[in-house]
């Protein structure tokens, strides 16, 4: 064998030997591992500001009841949000922060719930929910009210039909319903006082109500959870704990009034000034 093609081995302790050892190992280029959160930072509450521009209290002339709203962008038409039951405005914390760079947004919320006050939180009448989104319209604003475009979650989708079918706000752009699944809706109320029974009842901290409702199912998303869920309790000082603000298992004689009419009024459509409708379905 001819020696002469044969390559020497570095020598130890020479500079090629050395620049050997650095090079980069497999190991090198691992991820840092994040650090591991505990249940109260992973469901802390974050605040509404993040995703609202603005906070409101709006005083029903003539009347003792006042009702918050969130708000958010300067121009286009506004998109006027309403929560489902046992929720709040918050509930749209996280489509406001995209809907704000092309329109106004104002959630509200309803009678009963959040920081709403009125004198009698356990109407939810739709007759009544329905009288309340007229009032806070006409307060804010005024005889000239600009294009609004209706949205409603659930209860909130069924008021928002129902403020459309009355055709008194002639400024009507559109009107979306979201997660009012025609048959079960009526179906499931008989089950109703059952669900909210067996849902938890006290919490320690809003930590851990929000912990709750994600592990319950109640919501999916973390960030949803974490900013909506502390406006839906409220303080028991007589049991030192958390409980849920809106009092909905005393509200059973109106929930059949929410739907009765719901589905008949979505098949019709022609109570829409400009016939728009968007409908989903939560699958």
Known sequence: MDSSNLTSLPEEGSEETHNSHNLPSAFS??????????????????????YFDQEDDIQIPDSDDVFHVYMAGTEGPVIFCLH??????????????????????????????????????????????????????????????????????????????????????????????VDVVEGTAMASLIHMQKILSNRMQHFSTPEKAIEWSIKSGSLRNIDSACVSIPSTLKYDDSKKCYTHRARLEETEQFWKGWYELFFLLIQSRSFIYPDILCYFKNH
């Open 84 to 177: 489902g039951g046992g929720y709040s405005g918050l509930s749209f914390a996280l489509a406001a922060s995209k809907i704000k760079e092309k329109a106004r947004i104002v959630a509200m919320d309803l009678r009963g719930h959040g920081k709403t006050s009125t004198q009698n939180d356990v109407d939810l009448s739709i007759e009544r929910l329905c009288s309340d989104v007229f009032s806070v319209l006409k307060t804010m604003y005024g005889d000239a009210p600009p294009a609004i475009v209706l949205v409603g979650h659930s209860m909130g989708g069924a008021v928002a039909v129902h403020v459309a079918a009355k055709k008194s706000l002639p400024s009507l752009a559109g009107l979306v319903v």
């Open 29 to 50: 280029s691992a991820p840092t591992r994040p650090p591991i959160q505990t249940s109260s930072q992973k469901y802390a509450p974050s605040d509404w500001s993040g």
